[in-house]
C-alpha cells in the first residue's frame, strides 16, 4: 500500500500497514487476476473474471464442501504469507534502530531502497510466471530455492548484524542496505510465486480465501517482525512490563529473532518441497489448467498498456501526487525517535490502529462504488496535506512535552489521534484509486493491467520519501556555538568545532523546510492536477481499452 506508517516506518509493502491494506501491492501475479486488493468490490471483480473464464467446466463440477475440505491448503497459504512479512517487518525496524545509533538522513534515504522491490517486482514477474521446471511444479520452482535463500541470509545475518550496527565509525549503512535489500528482493519473488500458487491451490469455489490469507498472513508477518521483535527487543519495555528483576537487555535481540526466523523458514521449506504436491487432485476439486503467458508477450503487452494516452496520463499523475505527503510519510517517524520518543512505544501505537484499518477499507468502499470513485481521492487530498502539517507540529512540541519518566499518558493520545486521523485520509484515496483501477482496467487482461497500474501508484511513493530522507541534512541550518571562525556544513567542519571547544546548533531543522515546501507543492498539485485526474473519469470505456488486446 502506502509509504505512509510513520509508526513503524516502511516505505513499501507498505504492507503494508498492520490491517487489510496490508494487501496493496502484492498485484503481482502477472497472467492473471489481482487476488489481494483490501477493497470488496475489487476481490469480487476478481473472483467473477477468474470464474467467468471457466464457465462451462463449472456446470460439470461436483462442488466441494466449502472451504473445510481445503482447509490445509488455506492454512499452508496462509503461513506462506506469515513468512514473507517477517524480512519486511524486520526491514521497516532497522530505520528506528539506525535513528537511535544517531546516522544521517542521507544513511537512511539510502537504506530506503530496500523498500523498493515490491514496487517493482513486476519488472521480473513475467520471469517468475513463464521460467520452471514443471517436474518440480511451476511455483515450487521459485518459491523453494527463494525462501532456502530467505533462511540463509537471515542466519547470515544473525551472525554479522551486531558487527554491522556497532561497528566503530557508526552502523555500515551500505551493507546492511545491500543485504536487507536482497531480502526484501527474495520476499516480493515469493511472493510473485505464492499469489501464483494460490490460484490453483484453491479451487475456484474457495479462490477468494486467498485474499484474506494475504492480508491476513503478511499483516501478521509484519507484526511479528516489526511491533513484537522491537517491544521484545527493548530493554525498557521488557523491564517495565514483562520482567521482576531489571536487566540491561531486553528478551530477544536481533541476532537471536534473525537466528530463530532463519531455521523457521529451512525446516518449513524443506517440507513444503517435500511433501506439497503442486496441483493434487483435490476431493471434489477439478484441477485447474493455468493459462501460461510468454515472457516477451507480457513485456509487449505491459509497453502497449502504458503508451496509451489516458493510462500515460494516468500514470504521471499517480508518479507525482504523493509528493506532498513525502516529509510527513518518510520523515516524521525518524523526528519522533530523534526528539527521544522510545522506538518501541511508536511501533505499538500501530496496533490500536488494526481494527481501523479492518473497516476503513468496508465504509469507504460504499462511498467509491459509482462511477466517479476519484472524486473521494480528490476530497481527501487537502486533509491529508493538512495533517502533515499537524505532524509537523506535533514534531516542534515533542520535546517541550517529555519528562523525566519519558512522555505522558496524553501525549501518546495526541499522536494516536493524528495517526487515525491520517490513516482515515490515506484509505480514502487508496481505496478510491485501487476502485479507479478496477474500473477502467480492461477484462481481457485484468491481471496485467491491475499489476501496471498498482506498480506505479506504489513507485508514486517510494521516489518522494527516499528523496524526502535524502533533502532532510542538505536543507538544516546548523552554526558553531562557542568556537569562533568555525561552521558545520560539513561532518569534518563540525568536528572541528567540537575540537575548538565549540558545539554545533541546529539553527533551522531541513524536516520543517520540507513539511512547508510539500504541503505547497500539494496543494499546486490538488488545484492544477488534481482537477486533471477527476476529468479522466470522464473518459469513455474505449480509452481504457488495449487495442492489441482484442
Same mark, same amino acid.
Given at each position: 500500500?502506502?509509504?505512509?506508517?510513520?509508526?513503524?516506518?516502511?516505505?513499501?509493502?507498505?504492507?503494508?500497514?498492520?490491517?487489510?491494506?496490508?494487501?496493496?501491492?502484492?498485484?503481482?501475479?502477472?497472467?492473471?487476476?489481482?487476488?489481494?486488493?483490501?477493497?470488496?468490490?475489487?476481490?469480487?471483480?476478481?473472483?467473477?473474471?477468474?470464474?467467468?473464464?471457466?464457465?462451462?467446466?463449472?456446470?460439470?463440477?461436483?462442488?466441494?464442501?466449502?472451504?473445510?475440505?481445503? =482447509?490445509?491448503?488455506?492454512?499452508?497459504?496462509?503461513?506462506?504469507?506469515?513468512?514473507?512479512?517477517?524480512?519486511?517487518?524486520?526491514?521497516?525496524?532497522?530505520?528506528?534502530?539506525?535513528?537511535?545509533?544517531?546516522?544521517?538522513?542521507?544513511?537512511?534515504?539510502?537504506? &530506503?531502497?530496500?523498500?523498493?522491490?515490491?514496487?517493482?517486482?513486476?519488472?521480473?514477474?513475467?520471469?517468475?510466471?513463464?521460467?520452471?521446471?514443471?517436474?518440480?511444479?511451476?511455483?515450487?520452482?521459485?518459491?523453494?530455492?527463494?525462501?532456502?535463500?530467505?533462511?540463509?541470509?537471515?542466519?547470515?545475518?544473525?551472525?554479522?548484524?551486531?558487527?554491522?550496527?556497532?561497528?566503530?565509525?557508526?552502523?555500515? #549503512? !551500505?551493507?546492511?542496505?545491500?543485504?536487507?535489500?536482497?531480502?526484501?528482493? =527474495?520476499?516480493?519473488?515469493?511472493?510473485?510465486?505464492?499469489?501464483?500458487?494460490?490460484?490453483?491451490?484453491?479451487?475456484?469455489?474457495? #479462490?477468494?480465501?486467498?485474499?484474506?490469507?494475504?492480508?491476513?498472513?503478511?499483516?501478521?508477518?509484519?507484526?511479528?517482525?516489526?511491533?513484537?521483535?522491537?517491544?521484545?527487543?527493548?530493554?525498557?519495555?521488557?523491564?517495565?512490563?514483562?520482567?521482576?528483576?531489571?536487566?540491561?537487555? @531486553?528478551?530477544?535481540?536481533?541476532?537471536?529473532?534473525?537466528?530463530?526466523?532463519?531455521?523457521?523458514?529451512? !525446516? &518449513?521449506?524443506?517440507?513444503?518441497?517435500?511433501?506439497?504436491?503442486?496441483?493434487?487432485?483435490?476431493?471434489?476439486?477439478?484441477?485447474?489448467?493455468?493459462?501460461?503467458?510468454?515472457?516477451?508477450?507480457?513485456?509487449?503487452?505491459?509497453?502497449?498498456?502504458?503508451?496509451?494516452?489516458?493510462?500515460?496520463?494516468?500514470?504521471?499523475?499517480?508518479?507525482?501526487?504523493?509528493?506532498?505527503?513525502?516529509?510527513?510519510?518518510?520523515?516524521?517517524?525518524?523526528?519522533?525517535?530523534?526528539?527521544?520518543?522510545?522506538?518501541?512505544?511508536?511501533?505499538?501505537?500501530?496496533?490500536?490502529?488494526?481494527?481501523?484499518?479492518?473497516?476503513?477499507?468496508?465504509?469507504?468502499?460504499?462511498?467509491?462504488?459509482?462511477?466517479?470513485?476519484?472524486?473521494?481521492?480528490?476530497?481527501?487530498?487537502?486533509?491529508?496535506?493538512?495533517?502533515?502539517?499537524?505532524?509537523?507540529?506535533?514534531?516542534?512540541?515533542?520535546?517541550?512535552?517529555?519528562?523525566?519518566?519519558?512522555?505522558?499518558?496524553?501525549?501518546? @493520545?495526541?499522536?494516536?489521534?493524528?495517526?487515525?486521523?491520517?490513516?482515515?485520509?490515506?484509505?480514502?484515496?487508496?481505496?478510491?484509486?485501487?476502485?479507479?483501477?478496477?474500473?477502467?482496467?480492461?477484462?481481457?487482461?485484468?491481471?496485467?493491467?491491475?499489476? =501496471?497500474?498498482?506498480?506505479?501508484?506504489?513507485?508514486?511513493?517510494?521516489?518522494?520519501?527516499?528523496?524526502?530522507?535524502?533533502?532532510?541534512?542538505?536543507?538544516?541550518?546548523?552554526?558553531?556555538?562557542?568556537?569562533?571562525?568555525?561552521?558545520?556544513?560539513?561532518?569534518?567542519?563540525?568536528?572541528?568545532?567540537?575540537?575548538?571547544?565549540?558545539?554545533?546548533?541546529?539553527?533551522?531543522?531541513?524536516?520543517?523546510?520540507?513539511?512547508? #515546501?510539500?504541503?505547497?507543492?500539494?496543494? !499546486?498539485?490538488?488545484?492544477?492536477?488534481?482537477?486533471?485526474?477527476?476529468?479522466?473519469?470522464?473518459?469513455?470505456?474505449?480509452?481504457?481499452?488495449?487495442?492489441?488486446?482484442?
Amino acid at each position: 500500500m502506502e509509504n505512509s506508517d510513520f509508526m513503524t516506518h516502511k516505505n513499501g509493502r507498505q504492507r503494508k500497514v498492520a490491517g487489510v491494506a496490508l494487501s496493496s501491492d502484492s498485484m503481482t501475479d502477472m497472467d492473471r487476476v489481482e487476488m489481494s486488493s483490501p477493497d470488496p468490490e475489487l476481490e469480487e471483480e476478481a473472483e467473477g473474471l477468474i470464474r467467468g473464464s471457466d464457465s462451462e467446466d463449472r456446470r460439470h463440477r461436483v462442488r466441494p464442501a466449502g472451504v473445510r475440505g481445503e =482447509l490445509g491448503n488455506v492454512l499452508l497459504l496462509l503461513f506462506l504469507y506469515v513468512l514473507q512479512g517477517i524480512p519486511l517487518g524486520l526491514a521497516g525496524s532497522i530505520p528506528l534502530i539506525l535513528q537511535s545509533k544517531s546516522v544521517s538522513y542521507k544513511d537512511q534515504a539510502f537504506f &530506503s531502497f530496500v523498500f523498493w522491490p515490491f514496487s517493482l517486482k513486476l519488472l521480473w514477474a513475467p520471469l517468475v510466471d513463464a521460467l520452471y521446471f514443471s517436474r518440480f511444479g511451476r511455483r515450487k520452482s521459485w518459491l523453494v530455492p527463494t525462501q532456502y535463500l530467505l533462511g540463509l541470509f537471515m542466519l547470515y545475518l544473525s551472525v554479522t548484524v551486531n558487527s554491522l550496527l556497532q561497528s566503530e565509525g557508526g552502523p555500515k #549503512v !551500505v551493507t546492511l542496505t545491500a543485504v536487507f535489500f536482497m531480502l526484501a528482493f =527474495l520476499a516480493a519473488t515469493q511472493d510473485i510465486a505464492v499469489d501464483g500458487w494460490a490460484l490453483t491451490m484453491l479451487s475456484r469455489e474457495n #479462490v477468494g480465501y486467498a485474499s484474506t490469507c494475504n492480508s491476513v498472513g503478511q499483516t501478521a508477518g509484519y507484526f511479528l517482525g516489526n511491533v513484537l521483535f522491537l517491544a521484545l527487543e527493548s530493554a525498557d519495555f521488557c523491564n517495565k512490563y514483562l520482567r521482576t528483576q531489571p536487566q540491561d537487555t @531486553g528478551i530477544v535481540t536481533l541476532s537471536d529473532f534473525l537466528f530463530f526466523w532463519g531455521i523457521v523458514f529451512l !525446516v &518449513s521449506t524443506t517440507l513444503v518441497a517435500i511433501m506439497k504436491k503442486e496441483n493434487e487432485q483435490g476431493k471434489g476439486k477439478k484441477k485447474v489448467q493455468e493459462e501460461t503467458q510468454g515472457v516477451m508477450a507480457t513485456y509487449k503487452l505491459l509497453f502497449n498498456i502504458i503508451k496509451m494516452p489516458t493510462v500515460f496520463t494516468f500514470c504521471a499523475l499517480l508518479l507525482t501526487a504523493k509528493i506532498g505527503f513525502s516529509a510527513a510519510d518518510a520523515v516524521t517517524g525518524l523526528k519522533l525517535v530523534e526528539a527521544g520518543v522510545p522506538k518501541e512505544q511508536l511501533a505499538l501505537l500501530a496496533v490500536p490502529m488494526v481494527p481501523l484499518q479492518i473497516l476503513l477499507p468496508v465504509i469507504i468502499s460504499k462511498y467509491t462504488a459509482g462511477p466517479r470513485p476519484l472524486d473521494v481521492f480528490y476530497k481527501a487530498f487537502p486533509f491529508r496535506l493538512l495533517i502533515g502539517l499537524g505532524y509537523a507540529l506535533l514534531v516542534w512540541l515533542t520535546p517541550s512535552l517529555k519528562q523525566d519518566g519519558g512522555f505522558p499518558v496524553y501525549y501518546y @493520545g495526541i499522536v494516536l489521534i493524528s495517526y487515525a486521523l491520517h490513516q482515515v485520509t490515506l484509505y480514502s484515496m487508496y481505496v478510491a484509486c485501487m476502485a479507479f483501477h478496477a474500473k477502467v482496467s480492461d477484462p481481457l487482461i485484468g491481471g496485467t493491467y491491475m499489476t =501496471l497500474l498498482n506498480t506505479v501508484t506504489n513507485l508514486g511513493g517510494n521516489w518522494p520519501s527516499t528523496l524526502a530522507l535524502w533533502m532532510v541534512d542538505p536543507l538544516t541550518s546548523k552554526e558553531c556555538q562557542g568556537a569562533t571562525g568555525q561552521s558545520c556544513g560539513s561532518p569534518e567542519e563540525a568536528g572541528l568545532c567540537v575540537k575548538e571547544g565549540g558545539a554545533c546548533v541546529t539553527t533551522l531543522d531541513g524536516y520543517y523546510v520540507e513539511s512547508v #515546501v510539500c504541503v505547497v507543492i500539494g496543494l !499546486v498539485w490538488w488545484v492544477w492536477l488534481g482537477k486533471k485526474m477527476r476529468r479522466l473519469q470522464e473518459q469513455s470505456p474505449a480509452a481504457w481499452r488495449c487495442t492489441s488486446s482484442h
